[in-house]
């Protein structure tokens, strides 16, 4: 979550989004079990979660990913779509979700100029963790280049349900 417009001075003067919102603490286990247990096995429903909230990654949502077929992460934002936050997101979420559970990469930014840098800085970025993943010896080199098209592409498609 994000509590928004934090600064009150600079709201009054300004209005909203001007750089003000802090990212809080979520909690998603409890909050989710009535949905997820009602949901979470149904074929016909897709969750894709978001959270500004890096403690719940490894700790909470990357159990229930791993576990419930109709949960998605979705890729760190706002705060979090930098170079080292997503890394620091792909180490936390797929040593127990696994690439096949994340939402690959959309963007939601107003500033239309910048959708492609910033597709190219999260391709980049993944391409280089699976290099280390290869490098390490915990994915073969082959394996690493369909699991970046995934990233780059096929899972925002398929989360999306964007066709065949």
């Not at 963790?129 to 098209?149: C, H, K, N, R, S």
Request: hydrophobic share 40%.
């Amino acid at each position: 979550g994000s509590y928004r417009n934090h600064n009150e001075a600079l709201f009054e003067r300004f209005g909203p989004d001007k750089g003000a919102d802090i990212p809080v603490a979520v909690e998603w286990t409890r909050n989710l079990h009535p949905l997820l247990g009602e949901y979470g096995d149904d074929p016909r429903f897709r969750l894709i979660v978001f959270t500004l909230d890096e403690s719940t990654f490894s700790r909470e949502l990357a159990p229930l990913a791993g576990h419930y077929p109709a949960l998605l992460l979705g890729p760190p934002w706002w705060f979090l779509d930098s170079p080292l936050a997503i890394r620091r997101y792909l180490d936390a979420v797929v040593e127990t979700a696994g690439i096949q559970n994340l939402a690959g990469f959309n963007d939601d930014t107003r500033a239309f100029a910048s959708i492609p840098v910033r597709h190219d800085v999260w391709r980049r970025v993944t391409c280089d963790w699976l290099a280390g993943q290869v490098v390490t010896g915990i994915v073969d080199e082959e394996d690493a280049g369909e699991m970046a098209i995934d990233l780059a592409y096929r899972l925002a498609r398929r989360a999306y349900r964007l066709g065949d």
